[in-house]
Structures are given as structure tokens and as C-alpha cells.
């Protein structure tokens, strides 16, 4: 898969992307995101960069990125470690 759709001004990210990236199931991907524990990030470029487009995916202590062009061909994937944000106190 080469592609992203766009949505409006964002974009609908199949859930296989993100279950090839992070190892897991489709199933385990949906619930992820609605327990929030697998969260994205979505920016516009600038200058150089405009009419592309970075998608940040992270989700226990791993990143993936994607980057993409305006109608949503992906340019590039990486994937790397990050450091997990603090849990919020009760």
C-alpha cells in the first residue's frame, strides 16, 4: 500500500499500516487508539516542505512516521524508538 486517503483536511490511515508498523493486529490497533495508548500526530510542511505532510504514530515507546505528498502517496516510512510521556497522576 502506497497511499493514504484524504479526509477533508486529514486523512483516514488504514489499520493494517499501523499493525505492520507496530506488530500488532488490526483489532488491537482500533483498541489502542480508543484507549489511547496508540497516538498520532498530524503536520503540515512548511517553506520547503509545503504540500507534504508528516502522520506520527506512537504507541509504547515506538514511533512511526509517515510522511506523504498532497493527495497522500507516501514519500517515505521510519520507525524508531521514543520515549514514553509520563502517565498522568490520579
Known sequence: MNRIERDGEGFVIPAVL???AFRMTEDDVRLAMRE???TSLCEAGEGEDAGRWRLTFRHAGRAC???LDGAGAILSTSRFPVRSPPRASA
Open 36 to 38: 489511547g495508548t496508540l
Open 18 to 20: 499501523l499493525a505492520e
Open 65 to 67: 512516521r509517515f510522511t
